[in-house]
């Protein structure tokens, strides 16, 4: 192991919790429904904001977070990551506090850091802010692999894998899954990280986080969600180097056009053998049907 | 109309928009999609965030925003809400900028709001950060009309106007929807405002910011969304004052305690004749059935 990995100290939530409810008939009916946490987020000692989530992978997420929002560029920059349930924290701690005393923000070259940090306006996207222009221009250095094919076999076998894999959403509704797949060698269409959470971001940003960890590329997978495509659906996934997003849900105009731009190739409304194909269609290869009944 | 009534400058943007798809059978799809428009608010003139909206509603997502994050207590503080989708941004005006040159938070009495509004550090909720502790104590002091009555009848009127609503979901997917209903009288039933937007908590905040402006109770109301029961949607609800909140969705658990907390009469999982009754059971009447076929 690389003596830079940062040190995890993560632990899960229950995922569901049982309550009494009664139905039309006047009966009671012993419910599953899903866990709802508050994680606070600290960066060396700094609180940054409180998220809700179902406590799946508190330790990604809080990583996925900071990565997909840009606050922290490398992963060499973490020291530890600590998450307590008692405190309902995880606390992030860079090498700079950790090694040198010093606050990330007040290292050597992190002045934007700090600005960053007092200026974090966005919260449900980005647009026309101070933040925009940044984040185009960051979305516009992304190169996704032009060469990556995604074929409809494999497809229908990543939407299999996902019918069929347990989850609280089926015990419990109320979540949005994502599911990281391979889309390389034998192991096509196999769900390599799957993760839940009450909201879909939390979601994607645990996976990010799983993948920025552990030195995963994007380049060679598939990502899928439950969640809408929207803007920052479809900004993650790029943020994340994969070239392939496929969703049950639909998807809105802005999450389109930044598809395109960035060249992703979407597919939504992914139900059974159904599917609509939406940007980057010179990946997707659909292959001729031999007449099996 | 009142001489306090702030000044408003809307405009919706279209809500869907047509783009190409290929579907399994090779074919071209001509596809309705949501729109998804970049929205930043201002604040006298300082920049607070960016919001991902359908953009149906502006002005009240942006009243209903600054009420639910609890940044103004009254609506007599706004002298003007102005929306600009050249520049995509909303422009809230307080009347001490308008009329006194001075910005909100530097007027007398104010200096909490400066503070509030540096460390808005919750985004999609909130928990045992700073944050926590100040909107559980609010909370408490919120009452909630225990004498309300919802009758099963009212509840499937309700199901049934909005399941025949025109909506932009039914043509595009997407968006979520919320609706304010009436529990009172003759309309007992009826939706009096119905809101969709990309994220269900833009939906919920565009009718808090219409009951705000218009200075609408919520004792004698229902509030129906197609989202997920999660502690923010109950949290917006009791700030509403309404109390009875349904969805056709599932709940979480943080939800469902809150809306203990609080006293809300909670139903999930509403479809057809279906429905969940979680909390505040008192409220709710079941009528004997007549045998009709």
């Known amino acids: 192991m690389s003596s830079k990995t940062p040190i995890l100290v993560d632990e899960a939530r229950p995922s569901t919790f049982e309550v009494d409810a009664i139905n039309e008939r006047g009966e009671t009916v012993a419910t599953p429904i899903a866990g709802e946490h508050a994680l606070t987020l600290y960066l060396d000692k700094r609180e940054l904001l409180t998220l809700m989530t179902l406590g799946a992978a508190p330790a990604h997420l809080a990583l996925g977070y900071l990565r997909n929002q840009r606050i922290l560029r490398s992963i060499d920059d973490i020291a530890s990551v600590q998450v307590d349930w008692e ?24 002045e934007a850091l700090d600005e960053r940090l007092e200026r974090r306006t966005v919260t449900t996207g980005c647009g026309q802010g101070t933040v925009f222009g940044d984040l185009m221009d960051e979305l516009d250095r992304i190169v996704l692999p032009g060469g990556a094919r995604l074929t409809e076999e494999t497809l229908y076998e990543v939407m299999d894998r996902v019918r069929r894999h347990e989850s609280i959403y089926k015990v419990a509704g109320a979540v949005h899954g ?31 986080g799983w993948m920025w960890l552990e030195g995963v590329d994007g380049g060679d997978k598939i990502f899928y969600t439950t969640g809408r495509l929207t803007s920052e659906m479809v900004i993650k996934c790029a943020q994340m180097g994969i070239p392939f997003l496929l969703s049950r849900s639909g ?16 597919i939504g409304r992914c ?17 001729p049907t031999t007449a099996f009944a």
Chains 1, 2 share one sequence.
């Not at 105009?253 to 960035?262: F, K, T």
């Open 178 to 208: 994502c599911a990281l797949c391979s889309n390389a060698g034998p192991e096509r269409g196999d769900i390599l990280r799957f993760v839940e959470d009450v909201g879909r971001h939390n979601a994607v940003d645990a996976i990010a």
């Open 251 to 266: 998807l809105t105009q802005m999450g389109w056009d930044i598809a395109r731009r960035v060249g992703i190739t979407m």
């Open 271 to 287: 139900q059974g053998k159904h599917y609509l194909l939406f940007t980057g269609r010179e990946r997707f290869v659909r292959l």
């Open 87 to 110: 405190t309902g924290s995880v606390a992030v701690t860079s090498r700079s506090l950790a090694e040198h005393g010093t606050a990330i923000w007040d290292a050597a070259g992190r």
